[in-house]
């Protein structure tokens, strides 16, 4: 299959923001790093924020549809314990060094933080709705830190994991999710 236009741009993008930083893309370092002119970039993106915008929506539904093709089924057809386990699983692979740039930027960017609040938002339970009381509510917020915890930490200098040690963390925690239904439950403990 030919890569697109658009997916040569954004691999270029990547390339930038590899090497030189969130701060070096510019119509300029994408188009040296992609072989397109500045003109060429401007028919796809009409300004450098929409290209950067653009990026991040480009990796946010490429991890969403990680997620899916670990999950096997459509999302909507799932339950929250569902997705939330392949949301685990997908944590065995650890952050390239631009998406975790990329996440830092758009953490302090609210326009930019939509696209991944738009995919996390599908696959973990709401925050704002965990019963602080309920234990296989904490248990299940425990996993998906944890997850987030794997898939960070060897993108911020942690000791590497071996791979087969990264999966079955990922798979204790995907499995964690469903065993926290074994645990009491609130009215068992009022």
Sequence with gaps: MRTSKRDSIFQAALHVV?????????????????GLTKGGLL????????????????LAERWDHE???VLGKDPDEATQDERLAAYARVSAR????PELLLMLEASTDSELNKPW?????????????IDPTDPRALQKMVAYL???????????GAAPLPPELRAALAEHLARSVADAD????????Q
Excluded: Q
């Design 18 to 34: 590899e090497t030189d930083g969130v701060t070096a893309v510019t119509y300029e370092s994408v188009a040296a790093a992609s």
């Design 94 to 97: 650890s952050a390239t060094g």
């Design 182 to 189: 074994e645990l009491p439950s609130n009215e068992a403990n």
């Design 67 to 69: 997620m899916i093709n």
């Design 117 to 129: 609040r738009r995919v996390i938002s599908r696959w973990i339970p709401d925050p704002a709705e």
């Design 43 to 58: 028919y796809h993106f009409p300004s450098k924020d929409a290209l950067v915008l653009a990026l991040h929506e480009h």
């Design 146 to 156: 944890a997850a987030d915890g794997l898939w960070l930490s060897e993108s911020v």
